[in-house]
């Protein structure tokens, strides 16, 4: 037990009652004032904590905001990573509100994803002012509000910002043993189009080319992609196909989820993807990748970054261990790039954009102690 930890336990409530405000804000990614409101509190918040505050104004999301703490002092930045968009619709609240059972555990729409490492972020810095311990470095919090959605909006200010840091914090969910997470897999959706020709099923069906056809040839082609044991896996997910009974379909589209460990299974999907050539001559295929992150890999950094990590919670008198996910997150962005990066730093808990989502009380103090801990202690 260190004194770091024995401070922030003793003030477990007030992170509770900090977890319950940020969850009082329904903030549902496509309702762009409502994630203002919070987008709102989290600025005066930055400001109050003397941090240097850039907006990044956005159309369709929530604006994100960019706050520094020590903008010119000598090193690269750690930057956290926290989004303040959840996948609750407005009125989840008033269907369940957020209530603490008797083992301490907080439920509430957003609890775990993210508004829990949001918490302790936010009381990593504050506490470490609080006792003035805030080291003279650069730190970087970089509040996003779409990651629900893909980060379609966000991606590139998270790769301009990540660029410059020297260690990305992502605050998403530990497992629910309280685990770091120092893999995740790459995903992207490929959608494919299969275009045709129509033709009459009873009069001239040989005149047609036939684009279900030519789907169920391509589909078999991906699923033979599978590797499972080595965690790559082609899923056809999607497919709509055809117009009326009697019509020989002209076009069919189909959606293809992807999933791979490494960075170079990665590339070698992409590389059949985009050498996809149709099997009935005449037809025409288009390939298009969606909503992809590459992996963030196991690999030789992360192991580094992460022993780091584990050497320096542990001399806090903290339990530090890693897993992995088969999900993206903006994690996957920046490890990709090949800044060092840790994630699954956000409260234990589970249920993530489940009925029974919940944030662990017990590990808000252990969290923002590791936070802290790597601020102080971190080097480069
Ligand atoms: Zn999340």
Known sequence: MSELLTFFQSHQQAMTDYLTKLVSYETPTLDKPAVEALGGFMESEFKQM???????????VGDFLLAKWNADAPGKPIMFLIHIDT????????????????????????????????????WAIKGLIERGELPNRPIWVLMTSDEEVGS?????????AA???????????????????????????????????????GNAPEQGLNSVIEFAQQALKLHALNDYKNGTSVSVTVVKGGTVFNVIPEFTSAQVDVRTMTARAWGDIQQVMENLTPFIPGIKLEVSLHHA?????????????????????????LTIREDGSGGGSDGNFTA?????TLDGLGPQGDGLHALHEHVVLASLPRRATLLAALLKDWKF
């Open 293 to 317: 992150r590459g992996p963030m890999e196991h690999n030789d950094l992360m192991k580094a970054t992460y022993a780091q990590c584990k050497q320096i919670g542990e001399s806090y008198g």
């Open 152 to 160: 379609i909006y966000s991606e590139p200010v998270i790769k301009e």
């Open 87 to 122: 996948v609750w619709p407005i009125g989840t609240l008033a269907e369940r509100p957020t209530r603490i059972d008797a083992d301490g555990k907080l439920f509430g729409p957003g609890a775990i994803d993210m508004k829990g490492g949001i918490t302790v972020t936010m």
């Open 336 to 340: 990709h790039m090949g800044i060092p």
């Open 163 to 201: 660029a410059q840091a020297g260690l990305v914090l992502v605050m998403e969910p530990a497992t629910k043993e309280e685990a770091l997470k120092t893999w995740r897999k790459g995903v992207g959706t490929y959608h494919l189009d299969i275009h045709g020709r129509p033709s009459h099923a």
């Open 50 to 60: 003397g941090a240097a505050v850039t907006r990044y104004p956005q159309e369709k």
